[in-house]
């Protein structure tokens, strides 16, 4: 079966410090990923998705980057953190293209807290 | 652009009864799937039920049914025999039906579960 693992649960940052999530996935190959941003009290907003190895596309202009090293490794990144860059970060997955799974379902993993100081 | 609202951010009700989540979206697609995301307070995301534009049977896991109204653009969750457990954020989410495309979520309702 597949499964998602997003590290660290929590993180606590100063503002100008860089940043690094990760986010893999075990159990399929070639997987679509995802990252979402969750506000306080508020609906999920995409970030970043990739379909491949090295291929992102941006959903929102922000302080914050993606890349994709591995088919199944997703990292957020940052060069300094903004006081506005507090969250809650969620990465998801869904079946590639060429995949026999249903298509179209994203699951997702525990998320990290993100707190800016 | 595709948007979901969803105008109940609170709602309360006994165990056992049976609750009602609204959400309407608003799209000019015609290919398009719904899905229904629950957000415990650990936080993760769990999928709930998601239905197929051109199906028009309403989805339907265990407890958990919906009434997909595709002209009145409208996808509201029943949940059956509630129970405790169903404490959580409720999440109505869009996606386009080409490919897999991003999630389009609401605001979330707020579902209490009272003992």
């Known amino acids: 079966s597949q499964t998602i693992h997003q590290w660290p649960a929590t993180l606590v940052q100063p503002v100008g410090s860089p940043l690094s999530l990760e986010c893999t996935v075990e159990g399929t190959s070639n997987p679509n990923l995802y990252w979402y941003r969750q506000a306080a009290g508020r609906g999920l907003q995409l970030l970043f998705y990739s379909v491949g190895i090295g291929q992102i596309s941006s959903e929102v202009p922000q302080n914050l980057s993606a890349s994709r090293p591995q088919d199944r490794q997703f990292i957020l990144s940052s060069k300094k953190l903004l006081l506005s860059d507090s969250g809650f970060y969620l990465c998801a997955w869904s079946p590639g293209a060429w995949s026999r799974s249903i298509k179209n379902i994203q699951y997702f993993g525990a998320g990290t807290r993100l707190s800016v100081l | 652009a595709q948007t979901v609202t969803q105008s109940q951010p609170e709602m309360s009700v006994q165990e056992a009864e049976t609750v009602t989540l609204s959400c309407t979206y608003d799209?000019?697609?015609?290919?398009?799937?719904l899905f229904w995301y629950k957000q415990p307070p650990s936080r993760q995301m769990i999928l709930v039920i998601r239905?197929?534009?051109?199906?028009?049977q309403n989805a339907t896991e265990n407890r958990f049914s919906v009434n997909f109204q595709k002209a009145a653009k409208s996808f509201s969750l029943k949940i059956s025999d509630s129970q405790l457990g169903d404490t959580a954020m409720y999440f109505c989410a869009f996606m386009r039906g080409f490919g897999n495309e991003k999630l389009t979520f609401g605001t979330g309702t707020r579902l209490t579960i009272i003992p």
């Open positions: 239905q197929e534009a051109y199906k028009q």
């Open positions: 799209t000019s697609e015609n290919n398009y799937y």
